[in-house]
């Protein structure tokens, strides 16, 4: 929309000279309805400066930053405009999959077509996998999981979103990524925008060490663009992830490092994460680690299943903090209904006949097992921490406050934190004993 009135465009001369952005956000809240509209496809107004392009020589501009910081928008507008300026341009937009490239990177509320102008919307041909601008540039959808698919075509420029959580199996991740950078030899300056949130998986740490000056970090948090999320969002984010590691990353934008000598790592759990798993349970069982007393820390609630194909999946997290018997008896009575359980596995050091009457009083009608532990928590997670190393365990979901727990249990022994005793890890480990290690390594078990 570039009918503007000669009035309209030297307001829009003012308001761009305004290089601080809330100045200019306030100056832009006084704005008429005809203004706004005249004004609405003009990202650097409406941008803070964090989401506008760097200057100088780049060859990667990488956004590492939280949830909501407004990286897809800003990997889209990047895109507009260098399409605009370039009219024979052929670009690649590779997600981590050709759904999630098109779901999000086309046809997303902060996509291409939504962010374009109505008199110059692209056109998008689902078929060719290619978005066609009006002036002749093209854009063309790969997914980071067909790496090969890279090989071969040539591009001016790309933008590639989420690529912390591109397939890091068989390097896959890394692959696409030499690939397509093999194919950015049209032009004069070829370039590439990745955004992401940042996970610690190697593709990123490799951007990140770079040190030739060929790219180009912005970071930031969720917080920076509170103002245009709902509150609610903002409010549940807060309340699930705020106190946790997790958190920091997800929200924060801060890439978490690994603890030396921890039996997991965060890129171990990042490998083994498979949100969109649809392989039915060939079992279910709920891990229970209960509190010592009344006024315990944590009541550890772990369900896991595993496939007919042998491998484990960590299905929910549903613990509680400092609940009283009924309360976290009740709990685990629901989760086990919810999921499908076939078997409860609670560990019964702290008063074994106190559990099991705790749980039998909340209508547990499950075969319930009650395990004595006679090794340390260390001892026992090590079995489970190679199971994850082989490949043997997946993660169904993002755990935060579980992998904190994870990533602080130390080989040789000791608890790095947070809290004071990792009850949800110890439920975990429990619930995966008993699915894929049998009866090896629990002596005494007890079966009601």
């Not at 199996?169 to 890394?174: C, I, L, N, T």
């Not at 509170?226 to 958190?247: C, E, N, V, W």
């Not at 315990?296 to 018997?325: K, T």
């Not at 076939?342 to 705790?358: F, I, K, L, P």
Request: proline share 6%.
């Amino acid at each position: 929309m570039e009918n503007r009135t000669p009035e309209q465009n030297t307001l829009l001369e003012e308001l761009l000279r305004i290089e601080d952005d809330k100045a200019r956000f306030e100056a832009m809240e006084t704005l008429r309805p005809a203004e706004r509209r005249a004004f609405q496809h003009v990202w650097e107004l409406w941008s803070r400066r964090e989401q506008r392009a760097p200057k100088g020589d780049w060859q990667c501009w990488l956004i590492s930053a939280g949830r909501g910081f407004g990286k897809t928008r800003a990997g889209a507008e990047w895109v507009r405009e260098y399409a605009k300026r370039h009219p024979d341009a052929r670009i690649a937009l590779v997600g981590a999959s050709l759904a999630e490239a098109r779901a999000v990177m086309v046809e997303g509320e902060s996509g291409l077509l939504a962010i374009a102008p109505p008199d110059n919307c692209p056109v998008f041909e689902p078929s060719l996998r290619r978005v066609q601008f009006g002036n002749g540039a093209q854009a063309f959808l790969y997914s980071a999981g067909e790496p090969e698919s890279l090989r071969g075509p040539q591009h001016d420029a790309a933008w590639c979103d989420e690529i912390a959580k591109w397939d890091n199996a068989s390097d896959r991740a890394m692959t696409a990524w030499d690939n397509l950078l093999m194919g950015l030899r049209l032009g004069e300056q070829p370039q590439v925008v990745a955004t992401t949130t940042p996970r610690p998986v190697p593709l990123m740490r490799r951007l990140l060490d770079t040190s030739d000056g060929s790219t180009v970090v912005t970071a930031g948090s969720s917080y920076e663009n509170a103002d245009h999320l709902p509150t609610r969002f903002i409010s549940r984010m807060q309340r699930q992830y705020g106190k946790t590691a997790l958190g920091r990353q997800e929200l924060d934008g801060v890439m978490l490092e690994d603890i030396e000598g921890a039996l997991w790592s965060r890129s171990l759990i990042e490998r083994c994460r498979d949100t969109d798993s649809t392989m039915p349970m060939a079992r279910v069982v709920v891990g229970v680690d209960p509190p010592a007393s009344e006024r315990g820390d944590e009541c550890g609630i772990v369900v896991c299943g595993v496939g007919e194909n042998g491998v484990a999946q960590v299905l929910a997290d549903c613990s509680l903090a400092r609940p009283s018997p009924e309360r976290w008896a009740r709990a685990v009575a629901e989760a086990a209904s919810a999921w499908n359980a076939d078997r409860v596995v609670a560990e019964a050091n702290q008063g074994g006949q106190m559990v099991g009457s705790v749980l039998r009083a909340a209508d547990l009608t499950l075969p319930l097992t009650l395990v004595h532990a006679s090794r340390g928590k260390v001892a026992r997670a090590e079995p489970i921490a190679a199971l994850y190393e082989s490949g043997r365990v997946r993660h169904a979901g993002l755990f935060a406050k579980l992998e904190d727990q994870l990533c602080g249990l130390m080989t040789g022994g000791g608890y790095e934190g947070p809290g004071r005793s990792p009850d949800r890890a110890d439920a975990l480990v429990w619930a995966l004993s008993e699915l894929m290690l049998g009866r090896r390594g629990r002596p005494r078990v007890r079966t009601i």
